[in-house]
T-cell receptor
């Protein structure tokens, strides 16, 4: 069973609207959590990283939150743009090997004009 | 800087054929990684090289071999391709081998095994 579950699997939003993506994880012990953006046909690019002590991190219109007690994270996209159309991947580091990255399957976001 | 480059971008093989996927980085990173990405699944680590001269198995190493040719280059070899190896392969690199080091990914190689 995947230790990182993301929801929804996909969503469609209108340009200018906001949306929130969810990530639940079971990886333990926890080291950090990243959100990556993957454009179609490209490799993932890191957006944010949060450690245990951080509960929010922003990168432009992207804001990530972390609740380490409930093992949940969210990524909020504000005032979406067409260029936000991509897959967003939640990645948790930790477990028995500190270097090991556990990847979620991703949420595909489509922004329509 | 080109970052992480991968060749080829696309490849079609027949079952049993062999091939090598090439990866190079120009960021002077110490650690390099090979992942595969399959539909509906997260990326899975095949092999990694924490530093020049070392390689180790990841989560799904069966059917693959790697070579850390030098600090810049890390290749992935399929000795006898199987349809189950149809996937998108990503190479990544990071400055160090700690959990806080950001991994930078290449554009990927889309491999189809018939």
């Amino acid at each position: 069973k995947n230790q990182v579950e993301q929801s929804p699997q996909s969503l469609i939003i209108l340009e200018g609207k906001n949306c929130t993506l969810q990530c639940n994880y079971t990886v333990s012990p926890f080291s950090n959590l990243r959100w990556y953006k993957q454009d179609t046909g490209r490799g993932p690019v890191s957006l944010t990283i949060m450690t245990f002590s951080e509960n929010t991190k922003s990168n432009g219109r992207y804001t990530a939150t972390l609740d380490a007690d409930t093992k949940q994270s969210s990524l909020h996209i504000t005032a979406s743009q067409l260029s936000d159309s991509a897959s967003y991947i939640c990645v948790v580091t930790g477990g028995s090997n500190d270097y090991k990255l556990s990847f979620g399957a991703g949420t595909t976001v489509t922004v329509r004009a | 800087n080109a970052g992480v480059t991968q060749t080829p971008k696309f490849q079609v093989l027949k079952t049993g054929q062999s091939m090598t996927l090439q990866c190079a980085q120009d960021m002077n990173h110490n650690s390099m990684y090979w992942y595969r990405q399959d539909p509906g699944m997260g990326l899975r680590l095949i092999y990694y090289s924490a530093s020049e001269g070392t390689t180790d198995k990841g989560e799904v190493p069966n059917g693959y071999n790697v070579s850390r040719l030098n600090k810049r280059e890390f290749s992935l070899r399929l000795e006898s391709a199987a349809p189950s190896q149809t996937s998108v392969y990503f190479c990544a690199s990071s400055e160090g081998f700690s959990s806080t080091d950001t991994q930078y990914f290449g554009p990927g190689t889309r491999l189809t095994v018939l």
